[in-house]
């Protein structure tokens, strides 16, 4: 097995371009958390507190351009670069606390971001989820994937189910890790068609998925490789 390289981590934390022309993100988020969201590449992205005011955006200047609707209390932020790829760290404040977004910006149209004070979840987070900032759990939970460890606290579920993903590829989810708000989960993918295969990791995303990482990238007929997702724990998960 290929180690995880850091950029893994780190980089590819792309969300799935949502279809219609104005999108609504709803993230679920208290004083203190960090949640994660997706912007748009190349237009405006709209961010509003529900039932309240953003009073404040702290962030690295040099990664975006922001609008204020100080009526409103919104405020419209815009990638400064329209091939940006990075996610960006904001902190929103308003008369609730102050969260952290993680946004990762896609080629989408026009999106809008809605926070709303979080709903407390049924269970107790794990260790991975508990140990600190966004990026540690993503790298953690990574770590524990790809070697295959089972945490004491964390449900460990081997499915064997196959999935459709295209033509020509076999997609099996061998193992999820399901915490309290994530779930982790390691695929087999094998090309069983008659050509070559490249994969991009964008091409895998979808909507609450946090994180990709492939071992493979480009598989020749009858090759397989490793897929890890991080994605959001669903209700009926």
């Not at 949502?18 to 208290?30: E, F, G, N, P």
């Not at 404040?56 to 329209?82: C, H, M």
């Not at 081997?158 to 993903?165: F, G, I, K, S």
């Not at 993918?189 to 091409?203: H, P, Q, V, Y």
């Amino acid at each position: 097995m290929i180690p995880l390289k850091p950029s893994l981590v780190l980089l590819p934390m792309l969300l799935a371009a949502s279809q219609s022309a104005c999108a609504l993100q709803i993230l679920d988020a208290k004083d203190g958390e960090t949640v994660f969201g997706k912007i748009s590449q190349k237009e405006v992205t709209r961010i509003s507190v529900e039932r309240g005011r953003i009073r404040k955006v702290t962030g690295n200047a040099g990664e975006f351009v922001l609008e204020k609707d100080e009526e409103k209390g919104q405020v419209f932020i815009r990638p400064a670069s329209p091939d940006a790829s990075k996610p960006i760290n904001l902190f929103i404040t308003s008369e609730r606390g102050t969260v952290a977004l993680l946004l990762q910006p896609v080629d989408t149209p026009s999106d809008t971001l809605v926070i709303r004070e979080g709903r407390d979840l049924a269970t107790a987070p794990s260790r991975v989820e508990a140990s600190g900032r966004h990026v540690r759990t993503l790298k953690n939970l990574l770590l524990a994937m790809a070697g295959d460890a089972l945490p004491d606290d964390m449900e460990v579920r081997e499915p064997a189910q196959d999935l459709t993903l295209w033509p020509g590829v076999r997609l099996t989810l061998q193992r999820a890790w399901m915490g309290a708000g994530i779930v982790g989960e390691k695929y087999q993918l094998a090309n069983i068609g008659d050509g070559a295969l490249s994969l991009i990791e964008r091409d895998l995303f979808k909507p609450g998925v946090m994180a990709v990482s492939l071992e493979h990238a480009s598989l020749n007929p009858g090759e397989a490789t490793n897929l890890f997702v991080i994605r959001e724990r669903r209700p009926n998960d």
